[in-house]
């Protein structure tokens, strides 16, 4: 089944305690993209990645780090918390950009 | 800044009704693209129609585009209460293609 698989799906962390949130995809896309969601906010894009070792930041990069060593994965990585990062969290996948995107089922993120 | 707007922010109807959700973006696109997201959950891609489109069908929903007045119409036909969810409106955007979304809508269908 073509999927865009995240974990955890939920997780409650304390501030300044590095963190990565994994998404994985199957269907060989070579954009990805992580948001995140807030009420009276919407979607606003973190990062994205074009290919392999291509990333670049989004909206609202501050805080966060990407990698793409593989095609398949895109962690996001929090090194240093804070509860303004407490969120709803979605990965998404696309070929090419700009069209249909996979969502992941999302991670809910609090830091307290 | 929001590419697109839903209108209305909040839709309730009853079940068997038909839902009509509006869209209306500012810079010139060449897609359009509607997606759901029920409570919490990942979105779900549901319709793409292109620049050069008018109207598109997907089972009981119907997208319009109008290129002229920057605006998209999303029609769900004879409504079911597994339709309540929220609907969001995106396009591409930006040298990335990033899709930029919409606020949202919610739908609630009665039963």
């Known amino acids: 089944e073509a999927q865009v698989t995240q974990n955890p799906r939920y997780l409650i962390t304390v501030t300044g305690k590095k963190l990565t949130v994994t998404c994985s995809q199957n269907m060989n896309h070579e954009y990805m993209s992580w948001y995140r969601q807030d009420p009276g906010l919407g979607l606003r894009q973190i990062y994205y990645s074009m290919n392999v070792e291509v990333t670049d930041k989004g909206d609202v990069p501050e805080g966060y780090k990407v990698s793409r060593k593989e095609k398949r994965n895109f962690p996001l990585i929090l090194e240093s918390p804070s509860p303004n990062q407490t969120s709803l969290y979605f990965c998404a996948s696309s070929f090419p950009s700009g069209y249909g995107y996979t969502f992941g089922s999302g991670t809910r993120l609090t830091v307290v | 800044s929001q590419q697109g707007e839903e209108d209305p922010q909040a839709l309730s109807i009853q079940e068997g009704e038909n839902a009509t959700m509006n869209c209306s973006y500012k810079?010139?696109?060449?897609?359009l693209q509607w997606y759901r997201q029920n409570s919490g959950r990942g979105l779900v891609h549901l319709i793409l129609i292109r620049s050069n489109e008018r109207e598109k069908h997907s089972g009981r929903l119907r997208v319009t585009l109008d290129t002229s007045k920057k605006s998209s119409s999303l029609l769900i036909t004879a409504s079911r209460a597994a339709d309540t969810a929220s609907y969001f409106c995106?396009?591409?955007?930006?040298?990335?293609?990033?899709?930029?979304f919409g606020k949202g809508i919610t739908l609630s269908v009665r039963p």
């Open positions: 810079t010139s696109i060449n897609n």
């Open positions: 995106a396009t591409p955007t930006g040298a990335n293609s990033k899709l930029t």
